[in-house]
Structures are given as C-alpha cells and as structure tokens.
C-alpha cells in the first residue's frame, strides 16, 4: 500500500520556523517529482513548492519563495519543506504530493499519491 505520511505541524509564533517531512512508503519516488500544497479554511488548495526527481530544480509560490526551501533525501523517499519567517496567513493543512512526472509543477491534477496533510498554525 502507498503512502504518504506528514510529519512536523504545530502551532508557531509568527516569525517562528518549522520544518515538515513526508515519508513515501509502498513504493519508491526517487524518479518522481515531489510537491507541497496546502489548503486554508475555505479556500482551494494551493501550490506551495516542488522539487524535480533528482533534486537539484526546486520552485516555490511567490508568497513563500524566500521563506520556505524544499529539498529531499538522498533515497528520494523523504520530502522536507523548511517554513521560516511564517507569517498568520501561512495557516493551513500542508500536504505532500508526488508528480507522475520527473519535473516538478505546480497543477494539482499532475500529482498521483498525496498524504493526509499536517495542520500548521502561526499565530500573530
């Protein structure tokens, strides 16, 4: 069974950092692209940032670029999303995703397996 697993949510001051993780099990991603997206209340899910199968093409939102850096293991099987400099409107569920591509994009309808999600609040 595949799947995707997120780790690292809580509950941050704004300005605080965290750092999420998602473990792929079942099966291996290292030649898939992986994403993060996030979904706020009452809002549709958005692109937070990709990262392509080897690692070295990352893209981000513009609302997080600078802020947030997606990188991956070595194995290919652990995504991590590093938040710094969160702010109150960076509360929302964080899921992970894994492209059917080798690039990395930032449609939804190109990602096949997705995690449950992890709540992330930062508070004012």
């Known amino acids: 069974q595949v799947q995707l697993v997120e780790s690292g949510g809580g509950l941050v001051q704004a300005g605080g950092s965290l750092r999420l993780s998602c473990l792929a099990s079942?099966?291996?991603?290292?030649?898939?692209?992986m994403g993060w997206f996030r979904q706020a209340p009452g809002k549709d899910r958005e692109f937070v940032a990709a990262?392509?199968?080897?690692?070295?093409?990352?893209d981000y939102a513009d609302s997080v670029k600078g802020r947030f850096t997606i990188s991956r293991d070595h194995a290919g099987n652990t995504v991590y999303l590093q938040m710094n400099s969160l702010k109150p409107e960076d509360t929302a569920v964080y899921s992970c995703?894994?492209?059917?591509?080798?690039?990395?994009?930032?449609?939804?309808?190109?990602?096949?397996?997705w995690g449950q999600g992890t709540q992330v609040t930062v508070s004012s």
């Open positions: 995703a894994a492209s059917r591509y080798i690039s990395g994009t930032d449609r939804t309808r190109d990602y096949d397996y």
């Open positions: 079942g099966r291996t991603f290292s030649n898939r692209a």
């Open positions: 990262i392509n199968w080897s690692g070295d093409n990352t």
